[in-house]
């Protein structure tokens, strides 16, 4: 059976790993959307290369530049290839909030998402979630953690039998360093991911560890998880990507290389398992698996995301926003390392939540706020510290 794909972000890290198992497996797929936002070039390549019937670019001056049958622009066109009739499949790779639209309105067509876009989850788990709920959409995450939970939680249990749900983290490339040295990380240095390669903004994430706090709310909507029963280790060789742990004192850990083909292959393929690219586990190679309590001190930020996580509402939201702006800013050198957390943290403290059941435009109302905020923030730092 051939399943048609619609790839929102399909020149980015996950889009382009996509095509690549598509490429891998021609005649079980074909692509009906290609949406990406600044890389024409590839953009082009790929669709000269599969063909589809839509083809989404960033702004309204570039729609000229791509020969397909139709050629959309911006967020709308965003989610136009999100609901395509055609679809079978939409694997939503976009970053950041402009992921928020098109997973929402797939969700209200009752598509299935291969889902890779973290804001959408961390912004508007509640509404998204219950959005699928009813329109029978299904959500299949592109991520190694949420994935490996993917597949343990659908081991035969009952809730109440869980005891701990645990998610892995590298502890990115400055897991060692002392608050000193941390303080003078450089951006070269902090995008030199030891055991993934991801891009720039998961990355500088996955080395604050806002990236494993943003998981641990993703973990929280995706599987209806009480944060209490959420925890996360570190664990520097990244082969193990989650553990559950049952009462009975049972712990069942899902282990791989660090590939992100291998959550793309999964969601693709789902409930199928196909040999892939990425080699059998060789537990005796590896040799030696490590696990360590997260440092909150030197890395505060897992902390915040929980609190804010709990909280619920908009925070989450602000969160999300606040780091995406602070992360910005340390790459253009605009600020320390050390300072990202601690700006979207005071972020948060300023912040007027709105509580309860979440729409669209609360969510995107606080994502606005947030970023003028954490802009203002950083501006002040400056002003201050020169
Ligand atoms: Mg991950």
Known sequence: ???RLSILGSTGSIGRQTLDIVAAYPDRFRIVALAARSNLDLLR???SAYRPELVVVGSEQDRWRIDAPTVLAGVDGLVTAATHPDADLVVIAVSGNSGLRPTLAAAQSGKRIALANKESVVCAGELLMRTARTHGAEIRPIDSEHS???QLLALPHRRAELARVTITASGGPFRTLTPDQLESVTPAAALAHPTWRMG???TIDSATLMNKGLELIEAHWLFGLPYQL????IHPQSIVHALVTFRDGSTIAQAAYPDMRLPIQYALFYPDRVPGSVPLLDLTAV???EFYQPDCERFPALQLAREAGLRGGTYPTVLSAADEVAVEAFLAHQLRFTEIVPVVRTVLERHQPIGGSLCLEAIL????WARSATREVIARRQAVHG
């Open 1 to 3: 059976m051939t399943l």
């Open 45 to 47: 390549q790929q669709v």
């Open 148 to 150: 490996a939970l993917w």
């Open 200 to 202: 720039p903004k998961v």
């Open 230 to 233: 959420l925890d996360v280790v």
């Open 287 to 289: 040799g030696r698996l």
């Open 365 to 368: 109302e606080a994502d606005d």
